[in-house]
């Protein structure tokens, strides 16, 4: 059975940083590019950005670009979203998604001013 499980929320003022962990079971990890997302309350869901199967190729939305960085390790089956420079903006619940409509179950980050 496909599991997604999200990791390494929490609050945290503007400025810090998070390293937000998603650890896969039931599917080849290593076999599927991974992607995150993100929903702040009122707001529909959107994308953070995604990693191919091997890691080199990475894409991020605007609003994080040069401050999130998403990693992988296939070894671990474990994606890796290290947030920095936090804004209260950021604040949202946090999903991994692999595609064909599985998702974790988020880990809520709240960025306070």
């Known amino acids: 059975q496909l599991h997604l499980v999200e990791s390494g929320g929490g609050a945290v003022q503007s400025g810090g940083s998070l390293r937000l962990s998603c650890a896969a079971s039931?599917?080849?990890?290593?076999?599927?590019?991974m992607y995150w997302y993100r929903q702040a309350p009122g707001k529909e869901r959107e994308l953070v950005g995604s990693i191919n199967t091997r890691g080199g190729i990475t894409d991020y939305a605007d609003s994080v670009k040069g401050r999130f960085t998403i990693s992988r390790d296939n070894a671990k089956n474990t994606v890796y979203l290290q947030m920095n420079s936090l804004k209260s903006e950021d604040t949202a619940v946090y999903y991994c998604y692999r595609g064909g409509g599985f998702w974790g179950q988020g880990t809520q980050v709240t960025v306070s001013s």
């Open positions: 039931g599917f080849t990890f290593m076999n599927y590019d």
